[in-house]
């Protein structure tokens, strides 16, 4: 076997080197969360010193390929005690952390394979505690860490059995995380405006998309920039609704330059004027613009509020079912 100062082992060092760095890289990019679904490895990143022994997964400096163990990111679990984080769905991010701590307890009181310390497994429990008070659910731990835990089962007749640890951290977490799906649940069918058309969504793949898109976002918002970045989702979903009822054959009149994307505005402009013509129109095409025109004021407001916001969502939303419907029916 080649040692560390042969040229052998010293190219095998540089490999295992890289690789370590791209593994680093490609996780740590993950950390960013842009509004997007809540996952469980978000807890975590990976350390930014050079790996030694205490962090490598397998011990081994010199194999081909070394992989870091995660390490929580304590920063992020702290901020979610003190409250909602910018960027992450506060529902979503308390339901990651309680599954976490149910995981956690698992595998602490049985088989082990905890990813967790003392001091972090603390924090998180303290975090876990906080984030479900602030969603109505109360869960008070009658132990502070890992190793308060091990004093609790041992005070509760449950040293010689996994089974029992086990069966008492599920019983724990069942009516917590049921709790959860179910505020997940309403708030779905709450969060914005609801068609009473039949169909699922509009039918338009691109507008459809776009609404989901602003359903997502306006869900994870609690600061002005997020909520201002739910005006520019609103003024997406006009957008994708100018590409799909826009028809320049029907819609222009001979000589009219062509509209491109961005004038949004004259290209549903022109087709409500079309597919609603006459007075007895005047209030539906009335609201149709008000509609667009406050999505847009929305997105350049500097300070928006999650009502403006969610009145901007809720606005497009509508707008989108409108014109659905009367495409239907022509």
């Not at 969504?201 to 994870?220: L, M, N, P, Y």
Request: proline share 5%; aromatic share 6%.
């Amino acid at each position: 076997m080649a040692t560390a100062s042969t040229p052998g082992a010293q190219e095998q060092q540089r490999g295992d080197q890289r690789s370590t760095r791209s593994l680093r890289h490609f996780e740590v990019d993950g950390w960013h969360n842009d509004h997007g679904e809540v996952r469980l490895e978000d807890l975590f990143t990976l350390p930014e010193a050079e790996p030694d022994s205490s962090t490598l997964m397998n011990g081994d400096p010199w194999t081909s390929f070394t992989l870091i163990a995660p390490v929580l990111r304590r920063d992020l679990v702290q901020t979610v005690r003190s409250g909602p984080v910018p960027g992450y769905d506060d529902l979503d991010l308390t339901t990651v952390i309680a599954q976490l701590v149910q995981q956690e307890l698992e595998a602490f009181g049985t088989s082990g394979g905890q990813r967790l310390d003392d001091a972090d497994s603390a924090l998180v429990l303290r975090a876990c505690t906080a984030a479900l008070k602030r969603h109505g659910i109360e869960l008070d731990f009658p132990f502070r860490n890992y190793s308060g835990f091990r004093t609790y089962w041992i005070n509760n007749d449950m040293s010689g059995s996994w089974q029992a640890r086990r069966s008492y951290v599920q019983d724990l977490f069942e009516p917590v995380l049921a709790a959860l799906f179910r505020l997940a649940d309403a708030r779905l069918e709450a969060v914005t405006a609801t068609a009473v058309s039949p169909r699922a969504g509009t039918g338009w793949s691109g507008v459809d998309q776009e609404i989901q898109e602003i359903i997502k976002r306006f869900r994870a918002a609690v600061t002005p920039q997020d909520y201002r970045a739910v005006g520019g989702n609103a003024v997406g979903v006009l957008e994708a609704l100018g590409m799909a009822v826009h028809d320049p054959a029907k819609h222009l009149s001979p000589g009219d330059d062509p509209l491109p994307r961005d004038k949004t505005k004259e290209r549903l402009d022109r087709y409500i004027q079309h597919t609603l013509p006459g007075g007895d129109n005047e209030a539906l095409r009335g609201l149709c613009r008000k509609a667009i025109e406050f999505a847009q004021k929305v997105k350049h407001r500097p300070t928006p509020t999650r009502t403006e916001a969610g009145v901007a969502a809720d606005a497009v939303i509508m707008l989108a079912n409108i014109l659905r419907r009367i495409a239907d029916e022509l």
